[in-house]
């Protein structure tokens, strides 16, 4: 191969089948010195497996190339050797270890490389204080991993991969490191996306590369130099992200253009009401709410302002203070109320972390779907598996979860069809009130629209839909009211034309400014 000295990374000609299905069809894929290249492509396009190529969990079929640093390496890599070449990985689990301490967790590399047995805690912890500053990170040393906020874990696993680079090209001066990022962000609100990208942009800075895998495109439009598109286990361009938009990468990532229009409204009018009254739990204080079969409700505020907590102390998983629900006739104190208790009422939650708070991710597509109806699948021999699998395969179908085989795992599929197999789930108990947070999370392009349309549909067959939410674009696409949060309070309704991501955006930090001593004009700038 001919070495461009910008390029730290080079893949050519990267192919690979699993049981005579292909998910990588000769893939090149370069990244610069200094640069963050951004990774885009539908869940099922071939990303997954290439980063894994790349780390050595998968062996590429014959005929693939690899160079790191101008130096060809013979594929497969074998297992831990990416860090050998100056690479390291952050997945979405981030590899933390909870139970452990900051220091414990970014330095447990370095230590394990040391020939000394003897350790200097104080002398470990100042170096920690020392490496989070230089990242503009002020966390307590000691403090355990399972106590810190999400977005922190996030940043801390970025430091330490960091440190992992530099450790493993020490002494190279022909080195450069390669970070790659696999969807950093979908556990991180919108607020928050601010520290990591400066982190981001440090390390490139640093002469270090990042490869950005996200399906977030306005993030990739921010923070990425170039960008390239796999569909359908082939690269279907890479771009200078600034010649790019938001059309043209949607466009490349589904090979056609979307719908310009908002999702359809229904035309149902809103039937009967629900109310939340004096809710208290958690940030939120002395919530009421109003919401009506047939209409799609945003939730929306900054991080922290209480609407987050709205579905949790509903549906019982998180205790409430205090505040009642009242909805088909009945009266529900929310300070007993527990899950099982809930779905008996009619209320349906759909969490932010689908994975671990609303699935069972060892199970199969099939029980997790029929887990809220078991009761219909019981016979005096047991559960009637095949008529279990025969309603689960006609389900899968008619919400598009591919596979839609009930046999399929569940931790298996793809983000947007393990969101599609949740609204399944619980659509098919024809909810009065459904509660979703965070739905797109980690949601592709394609599967965002689908699932877009799927709760209007639910609307319009007659369920309340409560969306908890901070993407304003979502809210503004598919809401037919939006109520702004903070300080644990209702702060503004916006209805009809008043739903607008701009909009959204300028009230949730109006609010904010309004009631930390500065104000904004009608523009939303500062005076």
Not at 7 to 25: M, P, Q, Y
Not at 113 to 133: M, N, V, Y
Not at 317 to 346: C, K, N, V, Y
């Amino acid at each position: 191969m001919n070495h461009d000295p910008r390029e730290v990374v080079a893949l050519r000609h990267i192919s690979k089948t699993f049981d005579g299905v292909r998910a990588l069809h000769d893939v090149d894929l370069t990244v610069c010195r200094g640069e963050v290249h951004g990774l885009l492509g539908e869940n099922g396009s071939g990303k997954t497996t290439l980063i894994k190529v790349l780390a050595g969990f998968h062996a590429p079929d014959a005929g693939g190339e690899l160079e790191i640093n101008g130096r060809p390496v013979p594929l497969p890599l074998w297992p831990g050797q990416f860090r050998r070449l100056g690479m390291s990985f952050v997945h979405q689990d981030l590899g933390l270890v909870p139970s452990l301490s900051v220091t414990e967790n970014l330095l447990v590399g370095d230590m394990a490389s040391r020939r000394s047995w003897r350790l200097s805690w104080a002398r470990e912890r100042r170096r920690t204080t020392e490496i989070l500053t230089s990242f503009g990170l002020e966390l307590d040393p000691c403090a355990k991993v399972s106590d810190l906020r999400t977005t922190d874990r996030a940043l801390l696993a970025i430091v330490r991969a960091v440190g992992e680079i530099r450790m493993n090209t020490a002494g190279d001066e022909s080195a450069y490191g390669l970070l790659v990022l696999d969807e950093p962000t979908v556990f991180l609100p919108t607020s928050d996306r601010d520290q990591l990208f400066s982190i981001v942009r440090e390390i490139a800075a640093r002469r270090a590369s990042v490869l950005f895998v996200s399906h977030n495109l306005d993030e990739v439009l921010e923070i990425t130099d170039r960008v390239t598109v796999l569909r359908d286990g082939e690269v279907r361009g890479t771009i200078d992200t600034a010649e790019a938009s938001n059309e043209v990468l949607v466009e490349m990532i589904i090979g056609r253009k979307l719908p310009t229009n908002s999702i359809a409204r229904a035309q149902t009018e809103a039937g009967k009401e629900i109310s939340v009254d004096g809710l208290t739990g958690g940030s939120a204080r002395d919530v009421s709410l109003k919401f009506r079969a047939a209409e799609v409700v945003g939730l929306t505020g900054l991080v922290g302002s209480g609407f987050e907590e709205i579905p949790y102390c509903v549906f019982g998983a998180r205790a409430a203070a205090a505040g009642r629900l009242e909805m088909d006739g009945r009266t529900f104190d929310l300070r007993g109320m527990i899950p099982s208790r809930a779905l008996e009422a009619g209320v349906a939650l759909i969490p932010a972390d689908r994975q671990h708070d609303g699935s069972v991710g060892s199970l199969s597509v099939g029980d997790n779907i029929t887990l809220p109806v078991l009761d219909r699948y019981r016979s005096p021999l047991g559960l009637n598996r095949r008529r279990m699998r025969s309603d689960a395969r006609k389900l899968l179908e008619q919400f598009d979860v591919r596979p839609p085989d009930p046999r399929f795992r569940y931790q298996s599929l793809s983000g947007g069809n393990q969101q599609k197999a949740m609204l399944a789930k619980w659509l098919q108990t024809k909810p009065s009130l459904l509660l979703l947070h965070e739905p797109t999370q980690g949601v592709d392009v394609g599967a965002r629209q689908q699932i877009f349309q799927l709760m209007r549909e639910a609307a319009a067959n007659g369920t309340a839909v409560v969306c908890m939410s901070t993407d304003y674009e979502q809210l503004a696409a598919v809401c037919d009211r939006v109520v702004v949060f903070g300080r644990g309070r209702v702060a503004r309704e916006l209805t009809g034309g008043e739903i607008t991501e701009e909009r959204i955006a300028e009230q949730c930090y109006r609010f904010a400014e309004e009631h930390s001593g500065s104000h904004l004009d009608a523009s939303g700038a500062r005076r």
